[in-house]
């Protein structure tokens, strides 16, 4: 009896105390990044009673996404993963800078040096998503290859020391607009909800109702990953469906058939394109983008949010759109039906709406022509983390369509273009 008081004055005393430190908290706007002074919970949602993600350790350098409120703040942490932590400076200390500011250096930086200049040059970096290390004032192996991706990236000489046209160009970017300030895309179609938006531009955003139109727009304008979605829309009422080819750079047929599908026409509904999701995993044909796999960086759950600033791009688009159906195009390296440890030539679907009808309707039309050896495969569940698993854990008909990097390309593209076609029908989109 005496024990299980002690637990619960315990409690008591523990919840008491940090329900005391957030009456403490700063009101101070933080200006971009923050450093833990004292471990501190990174929580799922901005209140004391929200579920814990994990603990942050002292000495960690955060992004932060935005001023939650008088007590929270929305950051991300150097493995990725993005919710709400206290603003309590006891355990959370804001560093004073700003990435719109004009970088004013006093020497040139490299390799080996140390101090707040090269917190500032490093804290540009992040958030043009170059530098994925901690923020910690040590110009080391990995700030140098950011700095050498960066030049090389905007053409500059490529010799990774921060220099008069490096910092000229980052302060381009960064210029007092907030053009790239902050890793968030918002899109030009939904309402101004997020203050951490990365610009979105496009053009002919608005038609006429019942008049066909084409919109291109531009995810993480001046940014490394900045890549054009296309959003082409019927004359007449439809579905909403959203193509995506690219998630992974290394893997051709899928953003090769997307390229072509974003010049196609419909009658009816609104058709949305990526073609190159991972422009930067693309352009070094690497399976990862600046950030790490694409694939597993969307929502998990419900209420969750994507992991970095290309996922972020991407989902706010599904949010502002709510496509009805998702179809994203993949590779595997070898053919399911012969190695289980692959997912080529597959059709991965999730459990909602009349997916899995769509699914095994699509693998015996293409089946219909192939060897034992060779046929399309049905699999459940995309993997958690990828837009398919995101977009049907929020009510879209999703799936991922895999043919096998084994096969010519341009067989691997015909078999893309048709699953696109059927899903379409499954959709009731119609082309012209």
Not at 377 to 401: C, D, M, Q, T, W
Not at 419 to 424: D, H, L, R, Y
Request: aromatic share 6%; hydrophobic share 35%.
């Amino acid at each position: 009896m005496k024990r299980k008081l002690t637990i619960a004055a315990l409690s008591v005393f523990l919840l008491l105390a940090m329900t005391i430190s957030m009456v403490f908290a700063t009101t101070e706007e933080m200006t971009g990044l923050a450093v833990v002074e004292r471990g501190a919970y990174l929580r799922t949602e901005p209140k004391l009673n929200a579920t814990r993600i994990q603990l942050v350790p002292k000495g960690e350098t955060l992004v932060v996404l935005e001023q939650a409120n008088q007590y929270w703040q929305k950051v991300q942490t150097q493995n990725g993963r993005i919710g709400y932590i206290t603003t309590n400076p006891t355990y959370v200390k804001a560093i004073p800078s700003n990435v719109n500011a004009t970088l004013q250096l006093e020497r040139s930086l490299k390799r080996g040096d140390r101090g707040n200049d090269v917190v500032e040059v490093q804290m540009r970096l992040t958030n043009l998503g170059f530098y994925t290390g901690r923020v910690d004032g040590d110009f080391g192996p990995m700030t140098h290859r950011a700095v050498e991706n960066f030049q090389r990236e905007h053409n500059l000489i490529v010799d990774g020391v921060v220099g008069p046209q490096t910092t000229r160009k980052l302060n381009e970017l960064l210029a007092g607009n907030g053009q790239a300030a902050a890793p968030v895309a918002a899109p030009v179609a939904a309402p101004a909800n997020n203050n951490s938006a990365a610009p979105v531009t496009g053009s002919n955003d608005t038609a006429p109702a019942g008049q066909a139109s084409v919109t291109t727009k531009t995810l993480g304008q001046g940014t490394s990953w900045a890549t054009e979605m296309y959003v082409i829309k019927g004359a007449k009422e439809g579905p909403t469906v959203m193509i995506v080819g690219g998630v992974h750079g290394n893997e051709p047929a899928g953003f090769r058939a997307a390229r072509q599908i974003k010049d196609w026409k419909i009658e009816n509904g609104t058709l949305i394109v990526i073609p190159d999701a991972n422009k930067v995993g693309i352009s070094n044909n690497r399976r990862n983008s600046s950030f790490g796999d694409l694939n597993r960086a969307f929502p998990q759950s419900n209420g969750a949010t994507a992991s970095d600033a290309l996922s972020r791009a991407i989902w706010s688009e599904y949010q502002a759109y709510k496509p009805q159906y998702v179809l994203d195009l993949h590779e595997g390296y070898d053919y399911n039906v012969q190695n289980r440890n692959s997912v080529g030539q597959t059709i991965i679907y999730h459990p909602s709406g009349q997916m899995q009808s769509f699914a095994n309707k699509l693998t015996a039309e293409l089946n219909k022509n192939l060897p034992s050896t060779k046929r399309f495969n049905v699999l459940r569940n995309p993997v958690g983390g990828s837009l398919a698993r995101a977009a049907g854990l929020h009510g879209s008909e999703a799936a991922i369509f895999e043919t096998c990097t084994k096969d010519p390309i341009n067989t691997r593209v015909q078999y893309q273009i048709k699953a696109v076609e059927m899903f379409f029908d499954h959709a009731g989109m119609k082309r012209q």
